[in-house]
């Protein structure tokens, strides 16, 4: 039969066992203030960097609307390139693709960055593509 153990060993176990929860429970809390301090950060992050995508976002639209309208505009007015006439009708739909990218690349890009300043959650995901960015930029 196994022994039994004394009430004195029980109470010292019980000590033991309510001391360490208190630990386990003290470096949860730590855990869950670094957690959320780091969340924090992510957010303010993800909303920090909207205006320069924002601003990213305007001056890629401009280039390529102007690149593409100046192609449809070059295509229409040079009539008597020497060319083949495929060139010709090329930049017409090279302009074409251009501007239709342009339009709705800028439509999206409006529409993610309002999506990002209004949730929580796609600011962090807006932190961590950003973050990735500059990681893949620092490692070429």
């Given at each position: 039969?196994?022994?039994?153990?004394?009430?004195?060993?029980?109470?010292?176990?019980?000590e033991r066992i309510a001391e360490l929860e208190?630990?386990?429970?003290?470096?949860?809390?730590?855990?869950?203030?670094l957690i959320n301090s780091i969340s924090e950060f992510q957010e303010d992050v993800g909303l920090t960097v909207v205006p320069y995508q924002?601003?990213?976002?305007?001056?890629?639209?401009?280039?390529?609307?102007a690149v593409g309208l100046g192609m449809i505009i070059?295509?229409?007015?040079?009539?008597?390139?020497?060319?083949?006439?495929?060139?010709?009708?090329?930049?017409y739909i090279v302009g074409g693709i251009l501007v239709a990218a342009a339009v709705i690349g800028f439509f999206l890009g409006r529409w993610w960055l309002k999506s990002v300043e209004s949730n929580p959650n796609l600011r962090k995901l807006n932190a961590v593509?950003?973050?990735t960015e500059m990681?893949?930029?620092a490692l070429r």
């Open positions: 039969m196994p022994a039994r153990k004394s009430p004195v060993r029980k109470n010292a176990d019980k208190k630990q386990l429970n003290e470096q949860q809390r730590k855990s869950k203030k924002r601003m990213m976002l305007y001056i890629t639209t401009i280039i390529l609307f070059y295509a229409a007015t040079h009539k008597d390139m020497s060319e083949v006439e495929t060139t010709r009708s090329n930049m593509l950003f973050e990681i893949k930029g």
